[in-house]
């Protein structure tokens, strides 16, 4: 069974929950899509963007004094953080500018969080001649600097947004308003696996190179699978790029780590699949953090890029069959592991994929025999300096 079926639910998560002027325009997007996902020169041509322009394909790269720390595991990187910009979204914002350019659209919008989306479709929109505006928190835009001020180098325009906890929760709010109104000619780029179908299924598609790819490379450097991938969570596209491929191998078992802010006793925490229960947001019906009148909650994480209140449906299926486990790493315990890989093995992560790392070493206190495992290193830690005040 290949998923999600025609109405765009994975089980009984996804959908469309949207007002009736969009429905006409993601009909519009599936159609297209559909048609251009296999259709051979669209293939040549994101082939052609994703190797000579983003540099993939990314390496595999055995950790050794990693892996020599952890004793019990033998530690892979999956090395997104050698993409063109940072981070594995460039795989996306080149899948989504050349379908926005076949479908003829001339004006760009985006949402972004950390700032890793906003750039990647910046850069991409600038790779096309294409106007682009990208709707940011404005709590976002103070602690992401630096990716703001690329943005505008690349000829973005940055929205800033006042509105609820000033994040990516309230940036997306925005850039579906935009959407309504100008959805004639703009084409609206979504950053994650989230959002009202065919979103969620198209950033699948794009991302899931990661995946196959290192299902490719797992093979040939130990030529077995491995025993477990572990990435992290925020709306969930690095994870689901890396887990897809492996979906069918029954016996790969796959950890999503969800960013547990100040700790998930607190308020502030973004671990949806962990802590939430299932409601809508943006479009979709997936986990989500919400009260007991179902108002979403404000999430909190010390990484932006995971700092969202809700996930993509996707997950949340994987989740409710049991195909995916989900845990969640704290503030503190991200910025430790940080550390850890920067220390041995000359590699700073972002913060996001900190959470990733940091679930290493609860793995390894876990496994019964030495395990092999891929860990999906989504960026590079640059943007996250400021941050930490060393
Ligand atoms: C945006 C981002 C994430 C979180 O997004 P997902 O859709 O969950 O992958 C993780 N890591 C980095 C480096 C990011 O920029």
């Not at 993601?26 to 051979?40: A, G, I, P, R, V």
């Not at 990484?303 to 486990?325: N, T």
Request: with cysteine; hydrophobic share 40%.
């Amino acid at each position: 069974m290949t998923l999600p079926n025609k109405t765009g639910h994975f089980g009984e998560f996804g959908g469309r929950f949207v007002p009736e002027t969009l429905i006409a325009a993601l009909d519009e997007l599936e159609k297209n899509f559909k048609k251009l996902k296999s259709d051979k020169k669209f293939k040549e041509e994101l082939h052609f963007y994703l190797t000579e322009y983003a540099g993939r394909p990314t390496n595999l790269y055995f950790a050794k004094r990693l892996s020599r720390h952890f004793k019990k595991l033998k530690v892979y990187l999956k090395r997104e953080d050698m993409l063109h910009t940072g981070a594995h979204k460039i795989n996306n914002t080149v899948g989504q500018i050349l379908v926005a350019k076949h479908m003829g659209k001339t004006r760009i919008i985006a949402e972004t969080g950390a700032g890793q989306h906003g750039v990647a479709t910046a850069t991409v929109a600038a790779l096309f001649g294409l106007k682009c505006r990208v709707y940011m928190g404005t709590e976002d835009i103070e602690r992401q600097a630096l990716n703001v001020y690329r943005m505008k180098l690349l000829g973005a325009e940055v929205f800033p947004v006042h509105a609820g906890s000033r994040t990516l929760k309230d940036a997306m709010n925005e850039a579906i308003r935009d959407w309504v109104t100008n959805v004639r000619d703009t084409f609206y780029v979504i950053g994650s696996v989230a959002g009202p179908h065919p979103y969620p299924f198209m950033v699948r598609e794009f991302q899931s190179v990661i995946g196959r790819e290192a299902r490719r490379q797992i093979l040939a450097k130990e030529k077995k699978l491995p025993d477990y991938l572990v990435a992290c969570v925020g709306g969930g596209s690095n994870a689901m790029g890396l887990f897809h491929a492996f979906f069918n191998d029954k016996k790969v078992k796959m950890i999503g780590v969800e960013a547990a802010g100040l700790g998930i006793n607190t308020k502030h925490h973004s671990a949806t699949l962990t802590q939430g229960s299932i409601g809508v947001l943006h479009g979709s019906k997936s986990g989500l953090l919400q009260d007991n009148d179902g108002q979403v909650e404000i999430a909190h994480s010390i990484a932006a890029g995971l700092d969202y209140p809700g996930v993509g449906p996707e997950h949340a299926y994987y989740k409710s069959i049991g195909r995916a486990q989900y845990v969640s790493i704290n503030d503190k315990e991200a910025l430790k592991a940080l550390r850890l890989l920067s220390e041995l093995e000359g590699i700073i992560p972002a913060l996001e994929s900190s959470h990733a790392i940091s679930y290493l070493e609860k793995l390894a206190r876990k496994v019964k025999s030495r395990s092999l495992v891929i860990v999906c290193l989504s960026g590079r830690g640059d943007k996250d300096m400021a941050q930490l005040k060393i």
